[in-house]
């Protein structure tokens, strides 16, 4: 059973940055898919980025140019840099591991405003 668990959300202004990191743990990440979705206040849960197990990276195009999505396989982390950051980038991010099956941890608080 792997587990997840995100930290790095907060209060940010619009223009500002953050960082999310995930920890997995009860697994080894090297073998597997990581990313992250998001679900802004009231809608859907969308995807936003991914980490292949050979490292290719992907990106809803929202956010393209501004999030950058990295792993540490030594360190069983992945992290979401997040830049020039818009209110509409407001949501509880949660990150995914996918191998076999995908577990999802409990969420961080993203909040974009002045």
């Known amino acids: 059973q792997v587990q997840l668990m995100e930290s790095g959300g907060g209060l940010v202004q619009p223009g500002g940055s953050l960082t999310l990191s995930c920890v997995a743990s009860?697994?080894?990440?090297?073998?597997?898919?990581l990313g992250w979705y998001r679900q802004p206040p009231g809608k859907e849960r969308e995807w936003v980025a991914s980490?292949?197990?050979?490292?290719?990276?992907m990106y809803v195009d929202s956010v393209k140019g501004r999030f950058a999505i990295s792993r540490d396989n030594a360190k069983n982390t992945i992290t979401l840099q997040m830049n020039s950051l818009k209110p509409e980038d407001t949501a509880v991010y949660f990150c995914y591991y996918r191998h076999h099956r995908e577990y999802r941890g409990q969420g961080t608080v993203v909040t974009v405003s002045s």
């Open positions: 980490t292949g197990p050979h490292g290719r990276t």
């Open positions: 009860g697994g080894v990440i090297s073998p597997a898919t």
